[in-house]
Structures are given as C-alpha cells and as structure tokens.
C-alpha cells in the first residue's frame, strides 16, 4: 500500500510561515508530479502547487510569489514552504503524487493524502 503523510500544519498568524511535508512510503521505485491541493470549507479542492518529476514547477496565481514547493527525490518527499500567508489561505492541505510505481510492480495512477490543517488568524 502506498501511503502519503503530511506534516507541518497549525495555527499562524497573518503575515506568517510554515512548512508542510509530504513522506511517501510503500517500497516506492518511481513517482512523477508531486503536489499539493486544498479546500476550504464550502470551496472544492483547488490546486495550490505542483512539481514534476523534472523539477518544473506550477503554481495557483492566489500563491504565486508567497509558495514555494520543492521535493527531495532521496526522500520521496514533498514540501511546501508558505510565506506571508493570509487568512484565505485557511484550508485542509493535501498531499498529491501520480504515477507511481512500487517495487513490486503495483502502479497507481494517484495517490492523496488525508490532510493537514492550516489555519491563519489573529
């Protein structure tokens, strides 16, 4: 089974930080894009950033300039390093990863994590 973990969600206040990982684990050969997503209460998931597995990079205009996302391929990890976040930004985060391959052959064509929390206020 593959399994993605996130980390690193909480409270903050306006103008803050955090950093949110990702670990894959499964006895994992080989994945593609890593991503995040996330949805707000009454909103439908929403892209947020995604990576591939070349390192290009993509990210929602709300996030722009103030997201970085970045991945540790060693790891099999995703992270998400959010600045001057607003609270709009309050939302469950979600892990994301496609096409991936287990050791054992097993392919999944994407996998999600169960979320971590973020919320910004004062």
């Known amino acids: 089974q593959v399994q993605l973990v996130e980390s690193g969600g909480g409270l903050v206040q306006p103008g803050g930080s955090l950093r949110l990982s990702c670990a894959a684990s499964?006895?994992?050969?080989?994945?593609?894009?890593l991503g995040w997503y996330r949805q707000a209460p009454g909103n439908q998931r929403e892209l947020v950033a995604i990576?591939?597995?070349?390192?290009?990079?993509n990210y929602a205009d709300s996030v722009k300039g103030r997201f970085t996302i970045s991945r540790d391929n060693t790891k099999i990890a995703v992270y998400l390093q959010m600045d001057s976040l607003k609270p709009e930004d309050t939302a469950v985060y979600y892990c994301?990863?496609?096409?991936?391959?287990?050791?054992?052959?097993?392919?999944?064509?994407?996998?999600w994590g169960q979320g971590t929390l973020v919320t910004v206020s004062s």
């Open positions: 994301y990863a496609d096409d991936v391959w287990r050791c054992t052959g097993s392919y999944y064509r994407e996998v």
């Open positions: 499964g006895s994992i050969r080989r994945l593609g894009t």
């Open positions: 990576i591939t597995s070349g390192g290009s990079t």
